[in-house]
């Protein structure tokens, strides 16, 4: 009797152990996210994150991130055809269940100095990138029922002076997220665009500022990248917008676009119901200019 108890009892036991949450995992196969840009910044925070969520991530940046649950791939985004290739090796094994990019480059110079290099290679890095890395994760992403989320900016929304090249850039990601969703959503994948505000990140310090190349503007430029990284390094930590990031990824309907946090939601409410001169004022303000 009492053994015939004992049996009953593990019986149980095995079947409560089967419900767990561990046991669940180990028989779901883990699914693999390619972060391209993940070497610092809000790409390495969600490349760590959704490792920790149990995901396979793969990096793909020109340098590697640091963490032992990630796996990097050496592409340069500016250059055509790498980021193709690096996204076919990621694949090969597992395919691609979520694309998330977030490989971004900042220039602070007046239109009237810039120079075609630098701005066809910010182009290059902040959009034709992503366009490119859409493109290749497509076919990986539509037999998995996909997710992609490219990581915009404010930014795009609302112009920031003397950055105007990277504001035009995230603008064009937005518009690429919102029309690729319309086409793909009936073929099962889902496409967003992340827009977070300033955020605390290197990514302030790599901003390449023009100073002795437009010596007439060097006071304007001076004084709008000084506030722009003051709101950047004041403003919310990777990690939070890393959270957002995962957040929407997981959503079952998720939105096209969608800023992080209430007050850049309300910042984008009035950016649309204000008139233009009237926000263009404004930002003249806020960044020190006349």
């Not at 994760?137 to 795009?156: F, I, M, Q």
């Not at 309907?253 to 004022?281: A, H, I, M, T």
């Amino acid at each position: 009797m009492e053994k015939r108890e004992n049996q009953e009892r593990e019986t149980t036991a095995e079947k409560i152990a089967e419900k767990t949450p561990e046991r669940v995992a180990e028989r779901t196969p883990a699914k693999t996210a390619v972060v391209v840009g993940a070497s610092s910044g809000i790409g390495r925070e969600t490349a760590l994150m959704l490792a920790s969520r149990g995901y396979r991530v793969v990096n793909i940046s020109r340098t590697p991130c640091k963490g032992e649950r990630v796996r990097s791939i050496s592409a340069d985004a500016a250059q055509e055809g790498e980021l193709g290739k690096a996204i076919a090796d990621a694949a090969e094994k597992n395919g691609i269940d979520l694309l998330i990019y977030s490989a971004g480059f900042s220039m602070a110079a007046p239109l009237e100095h810039a120079k075609s290099g630098d701005y066809r290679y910010l182009f290059e890095v902040n959009y034709f990138g992503a366009i490119e890395a859409l493109k290749a994760a497509l076919p990986y992403l539509k037999k998995r029922g996909g997710r992609a989320v490219l990581v915009g900016s404010l930014g795009g929304d609302i112009p920031i002076p003397y950055d105007g090249f990277y504001s035009a850039s995230k603008a064009a990601l937005t518009m690429l997220a919102r029309e690729a969703n319309m086409e793909l959503k009936g073929r099962g994948v889902r496409v967003s665009a992340l827009l977070p505000g300033g955020t605390a990140t290197d990514f302030t310090y790599n901003r390449m500022i023009y100073k002795d190349e437009a010596t007439d503007y060097a006071g304007n430029v001076k004084k709008a990248s000084a506030a722009l990284a003051n709101m950047e390094q004041g403003g919310m930590s990777a990690s939070l917008v890393a959270g957002a990031i995962v957040k929407l990824a997981e959503r079952k309907n998720p939105p096209p676009v969608v800023s992080v946090g209430p007050k850049n939601g309300f910042l984008r409410f009035c950016n649309r119901v204000l008139p233009e001169q009237f926000v263009d004022n404004m930002v003249m303000r806020k960044f020190n200019q006349k």
